[in-house]
């Protein structure tokens, strides 16, 4: 059973291009949150998508947008990319289920370099 | 979420036991406690979790004195492989089980030694 998988593992951007990053969350789970992780800090948390809508955001500009598919895999989406965007993303998922007693997973990451 | 103060780092050597202290002084009645571990370049992994006193697991245990308002996580005989970010965390069950917002702060750096 293959856990939270996301892609690209890396990515390279210039200034002002967009990116889109991709998550598969763990099977059984319908609910994704997407992480950013700047380099020796905690992950901070972006968004989160259950039934396809976002339904917590966290501090980010609107540049910052997602996607949740019906298969419930996501999408982050970042446009008018600056430096400081640079960052490793963080995707985890998690079954939306009362009397759930299972945690949040996250995947590897995609490491995101903006020159 | 609490509020979470734990050191910036910690050294150790293999075969020693080390203890991870949090100060937690605002935590709520409905709160848990959870500890998370993270490698460079991976996503945290969940390591324990637990309300009050003593939680064991096969990886780490954790204590958590009457009052809530610190927590220790105690990893026994530390290896290379367990030189790791550790990040305390603060929040009602939900948060955690349903995806809701986690919290992290910085962390603190364990380095393992020979």
């Known amino acids: 059973d293959a856990g939270v998988t996301q892609s690209p593992t890396h990515l390279i951007k210039t200034r002002g291009q967009q990116v889109t990053l991709r998550c598969s969350p763990k099977?059984?789970?319908?609910?994704v949150s997407w992480y950013q992780q700047a380099l020796g800090q905690g992950p901070q948390f972006i968004f989160q998508y259950y039934e396809e809508e976002e339904r917590q955001r966290g501090n980010f500009p609107d540049r910052f947008s997602g996607h949740q598919f019906p298969n419930y895999s996501s999408e982050l989406n970042v446009n008018a990319l600056l430096l400081g965007d640079s960052a490793l993303y963080l995707c985890?998922?998690?079954?939306?289920?009362?009397?759930?007693?299972?945690?949040?997973?996250f995947g590897p990451g995609t490491r995101l370099t903006v020159l | 979420l609490a509020k979470t103060t734990q050191p910036i780092s910690m050294d150790s050597y293999e075969g020693q036991e080390v203890n991870i202290t949090c100060s937690h002084n605002?935590?709520?009645?409905?709160?848990?406690i959870t500890w998370y571990q993270q490698f460079p370049s991976q996503g945290p992994r969940f390591i324990i979790q637990?309300?009050?006193t003593k939680v064991t697991n096969e990886v780490a245990s954790l204590f958590i004195p009457a009052d809530r308002k610190s927590s220790t996580l105690s990893l026994p005989r530390v290896s290379l492989s367990d030189t790791a970010v550790y990040y305390c965390l603060v929040g009602d069950l939900y948060i955690y089980n349903q995806g809701g917002k986690l919290i992290f702060g910085q962390g603190t750096e364990l380095s393992v030694k020979p």
């Open positions: 637990g309300y009050k």
């Open positions: 985890a998922s998690s079954e939306r289920l009362a009397g759930n007693t299972d945690t949040q997973y």
């Open positions: 099977s059984g789970h319908d609910t």
């Open positions: 605002n935590i709520a009645t409905n709160d848990y």
